[in-house]
Structures are given as structure tokens and as C-alpha cells.
């Protein structure tokens, strides 16, 4: 399996330990899973940050794993934010305390 959140999914499985990977198929399709293959992230500013997203996520939400889960992005740029306001805070606070 790609991800532990597929384990059971037949239709996720690549193949074996001993037999190595029997469905190339889906390994080219993961293959495309990447921030370049989405035109939804092309001008996100987050883009860099998620790599495109959760493959398992995108496939739960969208039936594809080159899907993108729009929900997730939301999240995803929201804790983004959040974490550059918080380091951004923790440097000024560095800085005064000198």
C-alpha cells in the first residue's frame, strides 16, 4: 500500500514484499500526485508547503487520488498561517528581550 491510510483497500494495493510491485498502474498514478499536477495550486501561496495535499485524503473526499480536498486546503493554509504569525510573534519577543 502507498499509505497506511489504504491498508485494507484492495484497490490500493501496489503489491507484495515478495512479489514487488504488481499494480503500475496505481504507481503511476500516485506518481502524479504532486503540487505540480493540481491547476487548483498553481497560484497558492501554501503550495510549497503541502506538496498538493494528502493523496488518502483527496481519494476519501474525491474518489481520485490526484483529486484535491478542498477542505483540507483551507486547513492546511489556515495552520500555515497561524504558524508564521506564532514564529513571527516569538521573534519579535526574542528581539525585545535582548
Known amino acids: 500500500y502507498p499509505c497506511h491510510q489504504f491498508v485494507g483497500e484492495q484497490q490500493y494495493r501496489l503489491g507484495s514484499l515478495s ?30 508547503f ?20 478542498d477542505i483540507g486546503c483551507q486547513i492546511f493554509k489556515k495552520r500555515m498561517e497561524c504558524a508564521i504569525m506564532l514564529q513571527a510573534a516569538l521573534d519579535e519577543h526574542k528581539e525585545n528581550a535582548r
Open 19 to 48: 512479489e514487488g510491485i504488481t499494480n503500475t498502474t496505481l504507481q503511476q498514478e500516485f506518481g502524479r500526485c504532486n503540487v505540480f499536477s493540481h491547476t487548483e495550486c498553481q497560484q497558492c501561496w501554501a503550495k510549497y
Open 50 to 69: 503541502c506538496s498538493g495535499g494528502c493523496a488518502a485524503n483527496a481519494a476519501h473526499a474525491t474518489g481520485s487520488v490526484t483529486g484535491v480536498y
